[in-house]
T-cell receptor, first 115, second 118 residues
Framework: GAVVSQHPSRVICKSGTSVKIECRSL??????MFWYRQFPKQSLMLMAT?????????EQGVEKDKFLINHASLTLSTLTVTSAHPEDSSFYIC???????????FGQGTRLTVV | AQTVTQSQPEMSVQEAETVTLSCTYD???????LFWYKQPPSRQMILVIR??????QNATENRFSVNFQKAAKSFSLKISDSQLGDAAMYFC???????????????FGKGTKLSVKP
């Protein structure tokens, strides 16, 4: 099956710094990638959708200047959490699919802790 | 807007027994996809089964099957011969088709935590 690799799996950063999370589709071209956030014992909440070569579409309530998303190639999307604060600590998951797939494939997720 | 409801926060089943997880959804669309995902403690999202709304036949994948009732907007998951490895969070998800301006993102229910007793 299709593989989506997300890196890093865990990151700890200091408050006020920025951290970048990468999401790569290893064996298919991902025209669309999704970024989700999951709080402990809760469901996945969509943050934004990115299409290759276009600006990301953010869900209501998600600060686009804080969560920068870049989808510069068909195999890579990045999420940068800028000026991170402890309340940004969460589990972030990406998923990717091609236009023709009904199924989206998920990365392993990134646990971000801001101290 | 579409919504997905999982009314069972937690379920428990004896090993080798059968358990059914409930899911209902709300939509005005006639064409869509439904999924069940498993999230074990590793938190990797694993696709269990999917159903296209235009298909009347219920999807099956080995020990996993669904009961898709389109008119009732119900999509339950049945796990037969439950195994210890089935213990996980299970999320029901809805997806619009790839047209009409939809990005095709998944809308998730709140999840059901399944425990399997040996």
């Amino acid at each position: 099956g299709a593989v989506v690799s997300q890196h890093p799996s865990r990151v700890i950063c200091k408050s006020g710094t920025s951290v970048k999370i990468e999401c790569r589709s290893l064996d298919f071209q991902a025209t669309t990638m999704f970024w989700y956030r999951q709080f402990p014992k809760q469901s996945l909440m969509l943050m934004a959708t990115s299409n290759e070569g276009s600006k990301a579409t953010y869900e209501q309530g998600v600060e686009k200047d804080k969560f920068l998303i870049n989808h510069a190639s068909l195999t890579l999307s990045t999420l940068t959490v800028t000026s991170a604060h402890p309340e940004d600590s969460s589990f972030y998951i990406c998923s990717a699919r091609t236009d023709m797939n009904t199924e989206a494939f998920f990365g392993q997720g990134t646990r971000l802790t801001v101290v | 807007a579409q919504t997905v409801t999982q009314s069972q926060p937690e379920m428990s089943v004896q090993e080798a027994e059968t358990v059914t997880l409930s899911c209902t959804y709300d939509t005005s669309e006639s064409d869509y996809y439904l999924f069940w995902y498993k999230q074990p403690p590793s938190r990797q999202m694993i696709l269990v089964i999917r159903q296209e709304a235009y298909k009347q036949q219920n999807a099956t994948e080995n020990r996993f099957s669904v009961n898709f009732q389109k008119a009732a907007k119900s999509f339950s998951l049945k796990i037969s011969d439950s195994q210890l490895g089935d213990a996980a969070m299970y999320f029901c998800a809805y997806r619009s088709p790839n047209y009409g301006g939809s990005q095709g993102n998944l809308i998730f229910g709140k999840g059901t935590k399944l425990s399997v007793k040996p």
